[in-house]
């Protein structure tokens, strides 16, 4: 298979333009985290943005990063922490800024710091069809309509390439702390009904992990609140949230979204952590039958359940979304170069 290394937007530009002008289909591919999210996808040549990694600016005042799509995670996480300050991806180091906004990646701290798509100000976007488009703005009040910088977020690479992006970072917390208790979901809820504000309510086989960020006397008062309603087994400051992650002993995980309410639906197996108040989970698998037994319970609870790693790509379609989905691709790629198959209509 080909490979395309381009080093700026303009031979981004050109590449894109020249594939549509031989009707090779291309796979967008960053740091290889997020490939397996998604359909099967019969392309004819990669497409490498891990040369388009430079800085543009950077506003610690404004809390504001522009930085091509190729730049790498840990980099990126180190030039914002010089400022005091954090992208709130918890993706990992080696993995590329347009890679975790392609793929729709939720962080684990999604109940606090929100989607990270929420993040994305402004973005440079190459359609499939070879345009060089900007949507949205670097102040927040100006990202409104219809806005492609959204659009490209969780569309895994089937209607453009980004090329760079402006993204809002946020203070690093002074305080970090993971309480562990004995329980499960229900245990998970009564944490969240007492501490509204924490960062996550991680809910495992036998295990909670409730994450505290933000001033230090802020997370005394919410360890409080906690051990009211239970008695924490272990509290670890300053660690990386989740420490474990038993779903990634399998060969298969799904990432469940149904609605918090319906979270139950996704608990299956031993190996698995919900996030309470979010309605997201992670969901470790040994193979294709306990794949689709899960998606029949998820898809009855109103719910998708793609696949992030392994076999299996996206599941069922999201019924409501079909046609819109399609709309977007005809409009952005009417020549089906980018990703063919990739997405749910795309």
């Known amino acids: ?113 929100g989607p990270l798509r929420d993040t994305v100000l402004e973005a440079e976007v190459v359609t499939g069809d070879g345009r060089l488009v900007r949507s949205g703005a670097r102040t927040v009040k100006n990202v409104t309509g219809y806005d492609l910088h959204k659009l490209v977020a969780g569309s895994l690479g089937t209607l453009g390439v980004i090329a ?79 420490s474990s992650t038993p779903w990634d002993a399998k060969p298969i995980v799904a990432e469940v979204a149904v609605p918090p309410s319906k979270l139950d639906a996704a608990v299956t197996g031993e190996a698995w952590g919900a996030l309470a108040g979010v309605g997201i989970a992670w969901v470790g698998l040994d193979d294709a039958g306990g794949l689709d037994a899960l998606r029949e319970r998820v898809r009855a609870a109103g719910g998708i359940a793609p696949v992030i790693r392994g076999a299996g790509g996206l599941g069922h379609e999201p019924v409501a979304a079909t046609a819109v989905q399609r709309n977007l691709k005809e409009a952005f790629d009417p020549n089906e170069i980018l990703a063919p198959g990739r997405g749910w209509a795309a």
């Open 164 to 242: 760079r992006v402006a993204i809002k970072v946020r203070p690093l917390p002074r305080a970090r702390r993971t309480l562990r208790f004995d329980g499960d979901l229900g245990l998970a809820r009564e944490l969240l009904g007492a501490v509204p504000s924490a960062a996550a309510v991680l809910a495992m086989p036998g295990e909670v992990q409730l994450r505290l960020e933000g001033w230090p006397e802020e997370v005394e008062e919410e360890t409080a609140q906690a051990s009211s309603v239970s008695d924490p087994t272990e509290i670890a400051n300053d660690e990386r949230f989740s």
């Open 1 to 113: 298979m080909d490979l395309i290394h381009p080093t700026s937007s303009i031979e981004l530009v050109e590449a894109v333009r020249d594939s549509n002008d031989r009707l090779i289909r291309l796979l967008v591919v960053g740091g290889r985290r997020h490939l397996d999210k998604g359909n099967a996808s019969d392309a004819d040549a990669e497409l490498w943005t891990t040369q388009l990694d430079r800085l543009v600016a950077y506003h610690p005042s404004e809390m504001v990063a522009v930085v091509e799509a190729g730049m790498r995670i840990g980099e990126l996480n180190r030039l914002v922490a010089d400022g005091g300050q954090e992208w709130p991806s918890d993706a990992p180091e080696d993995a590329t800024v347009g890679g975790v906004i392609a793929s729709g990646a939720s962080s684990a701290r999604r109940l606090r710091m």
